[in-house]
C-alpha cells in the first residue's frame, strides 16, 4: 500500500530564509502525491500536487516540490519564509487500492521566526 | 463552481442525539469520502463513495452511518456518539474514483460530543 513518511514533527525557520519540508514515499506504482496547509481551526488547503509529467511542481504561496523517483521524495520547498507561513503542512499520496483515497504524513508543523 | 461545501460548520451534540452531517458539490465529481481529523494529527479515512455507492469502510463503528442519495450530495448521520469522536470531519470529492484528479477538500464540520 502507499504511504508517506514525514521527516520531522516541528520546524522552525527565521524569517527571510529557506523553507523545507521532507516528504519520502513508498509506492509499487507511479505516485500521486500531494502537499497540503491547515491553518489552525481551518481545513485543508491544496498547494500543490504531481501526477505525471514535470517534476517539478510550482504550487501556491510560493511554494514548490520537486518528485524524485530515484530518492522516492516530494520535498516541500520555499526560497524565503513569511510569517504567514507558520502552519501544519501534510504530504500525502493517493492509495489505489482504496478508491484513490489520501493516506497522510504525520505533518510537519512551521514555526516562522523574526 | 469548485467548492465542496459542508454544513453545519461546528456542532455540539450529547451522547443521546442524532444528527447529520452535510457535504455537498457539484463539480461532477463521482468519488466522495469522508475523513476524521483529531486535533493535531491527519486525516484518516473514513468512508469512500464511488458512483453513488459504498466502496470502501475503514472499519468505522456503526455510530457513523454514511448515505450518499446522489452524485452531489454526501451525508454523514451521527448516533450515539462518544466524547472521544469529537474531532474536525472533513469532506472531500474527486472527479472520478479511479484517480485522484481534482480532489477537493470542504472545510470541515468541528464535532464536539459532551
Known amino acids: 500500500a502507499q504511504s508517506v513518511t514525514q521527516l520531522g514533527s516541528h520546524v522552525s525557520v527565521s524569517e527571510g530564509a529557506l523553507v523545507l519540508l521532507r516528504c519520502n514515499y513508498s509506492s509499487s506504482v507511479p505516485p500521486y502525491l500531494f502537499w497540503y496547509v491547515q491553518y489552525p481551526n481551518q481545513g485543508l488547503q491544496l498547494l500543490l500536487k504531481?501526477?505525471?509529467?514535470?517534476?517539478l511542481v510550482k504550487g501556491i504561496n510560493g511554494f514548490e516540490a520537486e518528485f524524485k523517483k530515484s530518492e522516492t521524495s516530494f520535498h516541500l520547498t520555499k526560497p524565503s519564509a513569511h510569517m504567514s507561513d507558520a502552519a501544519e503542512y501534510f504530504c500525502?499520496?493517493?492509495?489505489?487500492?482504496?478508491?484513490?483515497?489520501?493516506?497522510f504524513g504525520k505533518g510537519t508543523s512551521l514555526l516562522v521566526t523574526p | 463552481d469548485t467548492e465542496v461545501t459542508q454544513t453545519p460548520k461546528h456542532l455540539v451534540m450529547g451522547m443521546t442525539n442524532k444528527k447529520s452531517l452535510k457535504c455537498e458539490q457539484h463539480m461532477g465529481h463521482r468519488a466522495m469520502y469522508w475523513y476524521k481529523q483529531k486535533a493535531k494529527k491527519p486525516p484518516e479515512l473514513m468512508f469512500v463513495y464511488s458512483y453513488e455507492k459504498l466502496s470502501i469502510n475503514e472499519s468505522v463503528p456503526s455510530r457513523f452511518s454514511p448515505e450518499c442519495p446522489n452524485s452531489s450530495l454526501l451525508n454523514l448521520h451521527l448516533h450515539a456518539l462518544q466524547p472521544e469522536d469529537s474531532a474536525l470531519y472533513l469532506c472531500a470529492s474527486s472527479q472520478i474514483p479511479t484517480q485522484a484528479i481534482g480532489y477537493t477538500f470542504g472545510s470541515g464540520t468541528r464535532l464536539t460530543v459532551v
Open positions: 500525502a499520496v493517493s492509495v489505489s487500492n482504496s478508491g484513490y483515497a489520501l493516506n
Open positions: 504531481y501526477t505525471t509529467g514535470a517534476t
